[in-house]
């Protein structure tokens, strides 16, 4: 296993349009997290999935952002109608049960530009 | 006010100082708190975890307080590739994610 895998690492969009990452996280971890950092912040959590359920979803996630875990494995988020504002590096990070506890690997980002 | 407070620097050190950051916290009742390291454009790597006694690792000690509410992270002998991001983080009571702090930048200098 070779840790928490993004895609894509990087996405420029045109204002307006859809766009989908995907995240797959370590093998043996059921949770998975999606956070979102602007430049000179820390990462701010967006949503939180246990297996394939998502247990919490941040006020930052508007409705046009959408995140799925259907399998209980990888991760996407989408992000419609998308506005300069989402331009931001989005963080996948997994974790086991001990997560909150041990701490989370992180993947290496998408970098999205809206343009 | 944010839940989790940091200096955001720059911190310039010149290579072999002994550097401190320092972070506060809201939550009185949180439970688990880490150092992470975020090197430019690059994710978060957790760095060391912070414990009620205190935790050493190499040149890096970490230390929590819990009736002021702060934990700090000390670097002896400063090293070039010590430059980077230190994330503070926290695990709040009744949450289900990690909270970051901004973080501390650090730039050590030949």
């Known amino acids: 296993d070779t840790g928490v895998s993004q895609d894509p690492r990087h996405k420029i969009t045109k204002r307006g349009q859809n766009v989908t990452f995907r995240c797959d996280p370590i093998?043996?971890?059921?949770?998975l997290y999606w956070y979102r950092q602007t430049l000179g912040q820390g990462p701010e959590f967006l949503t939180y999935f246990q297996n394939e359920a998502q247990l919490e979803k941040s006020r930052l996630l508007s409705d046009r952002f959408s995140a799925e875990r259907p399998k209980g494995s990888f991760s996407t988020l989408e992000i419609q109608r998308t506005e300069q504002g989402d331009s931001a590096m989005y963080l996948c990070a997994s974790s086991d049960s001990g997560g909150m506890d041990y701490g989370y690997t992180f993947g290496s980002g998408t970098r999205l530009t809206v343009v | 006010r944010k839940e989790v407070e940091q200096d955001p620097g720059p911190f310039n050190v010149p290579e072999g100082a002994t550097v401190a950051f320092n972070c506060t916290y809201s939550n009185s009742a949180s439970q688990s708190f880490f150092w992470y390291r975020q090197d430019c454009r690059k994710e978060p790597k957790l760095l060391m975890s912070?414990?009620?006694s205190g935790n050493e690792d190499g040149r890096f000690t970490a230390q929590l307080n819990r009736a002021s509410q702060y934990i700090s992270l000390l670097i002896r002998d400063s090293k070039l590739s010590d430059s980077a991001t230190y994330l503070c983080v926290v695990n709040p009571t009744g949450r289900r994610a990690l909270t970051f702090g901004s973080g501390t930048r650090l730039q050590v200098q030949p």
């Open positions: 093998s043996e971890h059921n949770r």
């Open positions: 912070v414990y009620s």
